[in-house]
Protein backbone atom coordinates (compact mmCIF):
# COMPACT_ATOMS: atom_id res chain seq x y z
CA UNK A 1 0.00 0.00 0.00
CA UNK A 2 2.84 2.48 0.55
CA UNK A 3 2.87 3.33 -3.35
CA UNK A 4 -0.83 4.71 -2.64
CA UNK A 5 0.65 7.09 -0.11
CA UNK A 6 -0.29 10.05 -2.22
CA UNK A 7 -3.14 8.09 -4.64
CA UNK A 8 -6.60 10.42 -4.06
CA UNK A 9 -9.33 8.25 -4.56
CA UNK A 10 -12.80 10.19 -6.00
CA UNK A 11 -15.58 8.60 -4.94
CA UNK A 12 -19.01 10.02 -5.76
CA UNK A 13 -17.11 13.89 -6.44
CA UNK A 14 -15.62 13.52 -3.03
CA UNK A 15 -11.73 13.11 -2.56
CA UNK A 16 -10.70 10.49 -0.42
CA UNK A 17 -7.36 8.79 0.68
CA UNK A 18 -6.39 6.62 -1.69
CA UNK A 19 -3.81 4.93 1.21
CA UNK A 20 -6.80 3.74 2.77
CA UNK A 21 -9.79 3.86 0.60
CA UNK A 22 -9.66 1.94 -3.01
CA UNK A 23 -12.71 1.42 -5.31
CA UNK A 24 -12.89 -2.09 -4.29
CA UNK A 25 -13.18 -1.44 -0.30
CA UNK A 26 -15.44 1.67 -1.51
CA UNK A 27 -17.30 -1.00 -3.30
CA UNK A 28 -17.32 -3.46 -0.30
CA UNK A 29 -18.89 -0.54 1.61
CA UNK A 30 -21.61 0.02 -0.01
CA UNK A 31 -22.88 -3.06 -1.01
CA UNK A 32 -22.58 -4.50 2.71
CA UNK A 33 -24.97 -6.68 3.82
CA UNK A 34 -25.82 -4.92 8.02
CA UNK A 35 -27.71 -6.93 10.57
CA UNK A 36 -29.99 -5.36 12.75
CA UNK A 37 -27.71 -5.90 15.81
CA UNK A 38 -25.08 -4.09 14.35
CA UNK A 39 -24.12 -0.48 15.38
CA UNK A 40 -22.62 2.27 13.09
CA UNK A 41 -20.64 5.44 14.29
CA UNK A 42 -20.96 8.17 11.70
CA UNK A 43 -18.93 11.09 11.75
CA UNK A 44 -17.35 13.54 9.61
CA UNK A 45 -13.15 12.95 10.06
CA UNK A 46 -12.24 15.24 13.30
CA UNK A 47 -15.68 14.93 15.23
CA UNK A 48 -14.82 12.70 18.12
CA UNK A 49 -14.52 9.17 16.31
CA UNK A 50 -11.58 7.96 18.46
CA UNK A 51 -13.69 9.02 21.60
CA UNK A 52 -17.03 7.36 20.56
CA UNK A 53 -15.01 4.22 19.07
CA UNK A 54 -13.51 3.78 23.34
CA UNK A 55 -17.16 4.28 24.68
CA UNK A 56 -18.88 1.99 22.25
CA UNK A 57 -16.29 -0.61 22.79
CA UNK A 58 -16.64 0.07 26.80
CA UNK A 59 -20.47 0.14 26.60
CA UNK A 60 -20.16 -3.73 25.25
CA UNK A 61 -16.70 -5.09 27.09
CA UNK A 62 -19.23 -6.56 30.01
CA UNK A 63 -16.82 -4.82 32.19
CA UNK A 64 -14.14 -7.51 30.55
CA UNK A 65 -11.37 -5.18 29.76
CA UNK A 66 -9.06 -7.03 27.75
CA UNK A 67 -10.06 -5.40 24.10
CA UNK A 68 -9.79 -2.05 25.05
CA UNK A 69 -6.70 -2.27 26.89
CA UNK A 70 -5.26 -4.76 23.81
CA UNK A 71 -6.69 -4.24 20.52
CA UNK A 72 -6.47 -0.77 18.58
CA UNK A 73 -9.35 1.41 17.78
CA UNK A 74 -9.37 0.58 14.62
CA UNK A 75 -9.63 -2.72 14.85
CA UNK A 76 -12.56 -3.21 17.47
CA UNK A 77 -14.62 -0.49 15.79
CA UNK A 78 -13.28 -1.00 11.89
CA UNK A 79 -13.80 1.42 9.50
CA UNK A 80 -16.01 0.34 6.40
CA UNK A 81 -14.57 2.10 3.67
CA UNK A 82 -11.10 0.86 4.55
CA UNK A 83 -9.11 -1.60 3.03
CA UNK A 84 -8.67 -3.66 6.07
CA UNK A 85 -12.30 -3.78 6.72
CA UNK A 86 -12.94 -7.21 5.21
CA UNK A 87 -10.37 -8.58 7.43
CA UNK A 88 -10.66 -6.80 10.19
CA UNK A 89 -14.14 -8.07 10.23
CA UNK A 90 -13.79 -11.29 10.17
CA UNK A 91 -11.61 -10.80 13.33
CA UNK A 92 -15.01 -9.55 15.57
CA UNK A 93 -16.17 -11.41 18.29
CA UNK A 94 -18.69 -13.21 16.67
CA UNK A 95 -21.12 -13.59 20.65
CA UNK A 96 -20.85 -9.53 20.13
CA UNK A 97 -23.38 -6.98 18.39
CA UNK A 98 -20.74 -5.77 15.44
CA UNK A 99 -19.39 -2.57 15.86
CA UNK A 100 -18.45 -0.60 12.75
CA UNK A 101 -17.06 2.92 11.96
CA UNK A 102 -17.68 5.05 8.30
CA UNK A 103 -16.49 8.60 7.58
CA UNK A 104 -18.81 8.24 3.85
CA UNK A 105 -21.52 10.06 2.72
CA UNK A 106 -25.66 8.94 3.64
CA UNK A 107 -25.51 8.75 0.03
CA UNK A 108 -23.04 5.95 -0.27
CA UNK A 109 -24.74 3.73 2.94
CA UNK A 110 -28.33 4.49 3.23
CA UNK A 111 -29.65 2.02 0.78
CA UNK A 112 -27.82 -0.59 2.52
CA UNK A 113 -29.07 0.95 5.63
CA UNK A 114 -32.32 1.23 4.83
CA UNK A 115 -32.69 -3.20 4.91
CA UNK A 116 -31.57 -2.95 8.30
CA UNK A 117 -32.63 -1.59 11.74
CA UNK A 118 -28.95 -0.97 12.22
CA UNK A 119 -28.16 1.47 15.09
CA UNK A 120 -27.00 4.45 13.71
CA UNK A 121 -24.90 6.66 16.37
CA UNK A 122 -23.92 10.30 14.48
CA UNK A 123 -21.49 12.52 16.12
CA UNK A 124 -21.41 16.36 15.27
CA UNK A 125 -18.84 18.96 16.40
CA UNK A 126 -18.80 22.42 15.74
CA UNK A 127 -17.42 22.32 12.27
CA UNK A 128 -15.04 25.52 13.56
CA UNK A 129 -13.30 23.22 15.71
CA UNK A 130 -13.30 20.17 13.30
CA UNK A 131 -11.78 22.37 10.79
CA UNK A 132 -9.19 23.36 13.20
CA UNK A 133 -8.37 19.62 14.37
CA UNK A 134 -8.37 18.41 10.48
CA UNK A 135 -5.70 21.18 9.78
CA UNK A 136 -3.28 20.06 12.27
CA UNK A 137 -4.43 16.59 11.11
CA UNK A 138 -3.26 16.82 7.56
CA UNK A 139 0.27 17.90 8.84
CA UNK A 140 0.52 14.59 10.92
CA UNK A 141 -0.90 12.03 8.54
CA UNK A 142 1.31 11.45 5.39
CA UNK A 143 -1.64 10.32 3.47
CA UNK A 144 -3.42 14.02 3.52
CA UNK A 145 -1.41 16.62 2.00
CA UNK A 146 0.49 19.54 4.09
CA UNK A 147 -1.65 22.58 4.08
CA UNK A 148 -0.28 25.40 2.40
CA UNK A 149 -1.75 28.09 4.56
CA UNK A 150 -4.63 28.20 7.20
CA UNK A 151 -6.69 30.49 5.33
CA UNK A 152 -6.12 27.82 2.00
CA UNK A 153 -7.47 25.09 4.74
CA UNK A 154 -10.22 27.70 5.65
CA UNK A 155 -11.63 28.16 2.06
CA UNK A 156 -11.51 24.53 0.88
CA UNK A 157 -13.35 23.38 4.14
CA UNK A 158 -15.83 26.04 3.16
CA UNK A 159 -16.05 24.82 0.05
CA UNK A 160 -16.15 20.95 0.79
CA UNK A 161 -13.57 20.65 -1.86
CA UNK A 162 -11.11 19.67 0.63
CA UNK A 163 -10.79 15.62 1.66
CA UNK A 164 -13.58 13.82 2.90
CA UNK A 165 -16.14 16.51 0.76
CA UNK A 166 -18.32 19.12 2.45
CA UNK A 167 -18.55 18.79 6.25
CA UNK A 168 -22.18 20.51 5.53
CA UNK A 169 -23.47 17.87 2.81
CA UNK A 170 -22.39 15.28 5.61
CA UNK A 171 -24.09 16.46 8.45
CA UNK A 172 -26.95 17.28 6.40
CA UNK A 173 -27.07 14.19 4.38
CA UNK A 174 -27.14 12.00 7.56
CA UNK A 175 -29.37 14.39 9.96
CA UNK A 176 -31.63 14.30 7.22
CA UNK A 177 -31.78 10.54 7.59
CA UNK A 178 -33.37 10.66 11.23
CA UNK A 179 -36.99 9.53 10.56
CA UNK A 180 -35.82 7.05 8.25
CA UNK A 181 -32.90 5.06 10.11
CA UNK A 182 -32.86 4.08 13.92
CA UNK A 183 -30.44 6.85 14.81
CA UNK A 184 -29.18 8.92 17.83
CA UNK A 185 -27.35 12.41 17.23
CA UNK A 186 -24.52 13.18 19.83
CA UNK A 187 -22.27 15.94 20.12
CA UNK A 188 -18.47 16.71 20.56
CA UNK A 189 -19.34 19.30 22.92
CA UNK A 190 -22.28 17.26 24.56
CA UNK A 191 -19.77 14.81 25.73
CA UNK A 192 -17.67 17.52 27.03
CA UNK A 193 -20.38 18.96 28.99
CA UNK A 194 -21.88 16.01 30.33
CA UNK A 195 -20.21 12.67 29.42
CA UNK A 196 -21.98 10.45 31.88
CA UNK A 197 -25.14 11.74 30.76
CA UNK A 198 -24.41 11.53 27.02
CA UNK A 199 -23.27 7.93 27.75
CA UNK A 200 -26.56 6.54 29.63
CA UNK A 201 -28.58 7.96 26.55
CA UNK A 202 -26.42 5.99 24.17
CA UNK A 203 -26.41 3.08 25.86
CA UNK A 204 -30.11 3.62 26.32
CA UNK A 205 -30.41 4.10 22.90
CA UNK A 206 -27.94 0.70 22.52
CA UNK A 207 -30.44 -1.23 24.68
CA UNK A 208 -27.66 -1.99 26.75
CA UNK A 209 -28.12 -0.47 30.20
CA UNK A 210 -25.34 0.56 32.57
CA UNK A 211 -24.85 -0.21 36.37
CA UNK A 212 -22.90 2.67 38.29
CA UNK A 213 -20.15 0.67 38.80
CA UNK A 214 -19.96 0.26 34.32
CA UNK A 215 -20.41 3.73 33.52
CA UNK A 216 -17.23 4.32 36.17
CA UNK A 217 -15.34 1.99 34.52
CA UNK A 218 -16.15 3.74 31.02
CA UNK A 219 -15.77 7.11 32.14
CA UNK A 220 -12.05 6.06 33.77
CA UNK A 221 -10.98 4.36 30.38
CA UNK A 222 -12.08 7.02 28.13
CA UNK A 223 -10.95 10.01 29.59
CA UNK A 224 -8.32 12.65 27.36
CA UNK A 225 -5.73 11.69 29.77
CA UNK A 226 -6.31 8.12 29.65
CA UNK A 227 -6.65 7.97 25.80
CA UNK A 228 -3.67 10.16 24.97
CA UNK A 229 -1.17 7.67 27.26
CA UNK A 230 -2.93 4.55 25.95
CA UNK A 231 -1.32 2.73 22.66
CA UNK A 232 -4.02 1.17 21.02
CA UNK A 233 -6.05 4.51 20.85
CA UNK A 234 -2.90 7.17 20.50
CA UNK A 235 -2.16 5.84 17.17
CA UNK A 236 1.20 4.94 18.65
CA UNK A 237 1.32 1.92 17.21
CA UNK A 238 1.10 3.09 13.45
CA UNK A 239 4.48 3.50 11.95
CA UNK A 240 5.88 7.29 11.51
CA UNK A 241 6.16 6.88 7.87
CA UNK A 242 1.98 7.05 8.14
CA UNK A 243 1.43 9.23 10.91
CA UNK A 244 4.25 11.45 12.56
CA UNK A 245 3.53 12.39 15.89
CA UNK A 246 6.45 14.46 15.86
CA UNK A 247 4.72 16.96 14.19
CA UNK A 248 1.80 17.39 16.53
CA UNK A 249 -0.16 14.64 18.37
CA UNK A 250 -3.18 12.64 17.38
CA UNK A 251 -4.74 13.59 20.50
CA UNK A 252 -3.98 16.98 20.25
CA UNK A 253 -5.98 19.64 22.66
CA UNK A 254 -9.53 17.49 23.53
CA UNK A 255 -11.41 20.97 23.59
CA UNK A 256 -13.88 22.80 22.73
CA UNK A 257 -13.89 26.39 21.27
CA UNK A 258 -10.23 26.01 19.97
CA UNK A 259 -11.24 27.51 16.90
CA UNK A 260 -10.77 30.90 18.84
CA UNK A 261 -6.97 30.51 19.09
CA UNK A 262 -7.28 30.13 15.27
CA UNK A 263 -9.59 32.46 13.31
CA UNK A 264 -8.91 35.87 12.20
CA UNK A 265 -11.92 37.87 12.94
CA UNK A 266 -12.26 38.03 9.10
CA UNK A 267 -11.85 34.37 9.18
CA UNK A 268 -14.70 34.17 11.35
CA UNK A 269 -16.90 36.58 9.61
CA UNK A 270 -16.37 34.42 6.39
CA UNK A 271 -16.81 30.93 8.19
CA UNK A 272 -20.35 32.28 9.94
CA UNK A 273 -21.83 33.92 6.32
CA UNK A 274 -21.30 30.09 4.99
CA UNK A 275 -22.44 28.11 7.79
CA UNK A 276 -25.72 30.59 7.91
CA UNK A 277 -26.05 29.87 4.38
CA UNK A 278 -25.63 26.33 4.09
CA UNK A 279 -26.84 25.48 7.41
CA UNK A 280 -30.55 28.34 7.47
CA UNK A 281 -32.67 25.88 5.74
CA UNK A 282 -31.69 22.62 8.05
CA UNK A 283 -33.94 22.77 10.71
CA UNK A 284 -31.08 21.34 12.68
CA UNK A 285 -29.92 22.66 16.28
CA UNK A 286 -26.56 22.36 17.62
CA UNK A 287 -25.12 23.02 21.23
CA UNK A 288 -22.84 26.19 19.65
CA UNK A 289 -23.83 28.94 17.99
CA UNK A 290 -22.53 30.71 14.61
CA UNK A 291 -22.80 33.92 13.49
P1 LIG B 1 -8.41 17.99 18.68
O1 LIG B 1 -7.53 17.90 17.47
O2 LIG B 1 -9.25 19.25 18.68
O3 LIG B 1 -7.65 17.82 19.95
P2 LIG B 1 -11.39 11.95 15.41
O4 LIG B 1 -11.20 10.80 16.35
O5 LIG B 1 -12.74 12.05 14.82
O6 LIG B 1 -10.28 12.00 14.41
O7 LIG B 1 -11.29 13.28 16.29
C1 LIG B 1 -10.08 13.64 16.91
C2 LIG B 1 -10.39 14.77 17.87
O8 LIG B 1 -11.08 14.24 19.01
C3 LIG B 1 -9.11 15.43 18.38
O9 LIG B 1 -9.45 16.80 18.62
C4 LIG B 1 -8.90 14.65 19.67
O10 LIG B 1 -8.06 15.30 20.59
C5 LIG B 1 -10.33 14.57 20.18
N1 LIG B 1 -10.50 13.51 21.19
C6 LIG B 1 -10.22 12.20 21.10
N2 LIG B 1 -10.45 11.57 22.26
C7 LIG B 1 -10.89 12.53 23.12
C8 LIG B 1 -11.28 12.50 24.51
N3 LIG B 1 -11.26 11.39 25.23
N4 LIG B 1 -11.69 13.67 25.06
C9 LIG B 1 -11.72 14.81 24.34
N5 LIG B 1 -11.35 14.89 23.04
C10 LIG B 1 -10.93 13.75 22.44
Redesign the pocket.
Known amino acids: MAERMHTVEVFEGVRLPGFICTPESLQTACSFQFQDSDVLLV?F???????VQ?VLSLIFCEGHLWPVLHLPNWSRVPWMEQVSFSHLLSQLDPTRPRLLTTHLRATALAPALRKSKTRVVYVARNPK?VL??FY??HRVANFLPDPSSFEDFLDEFLKGTGFFGSWFDHVKGWLGLQQDLNMLLIT?EEL?QDLRGTIRKLSNFLQHPLGPAEEDLILEH???SF?SQSSVVNYSLVSTHIMDQSRGK??????VG?WREHFTPEQDEKFNAVYQAKMKDSGLQFPWTIG
Open positions: TPKSGTTWQDVSHFYHCSFMFLRKGVD
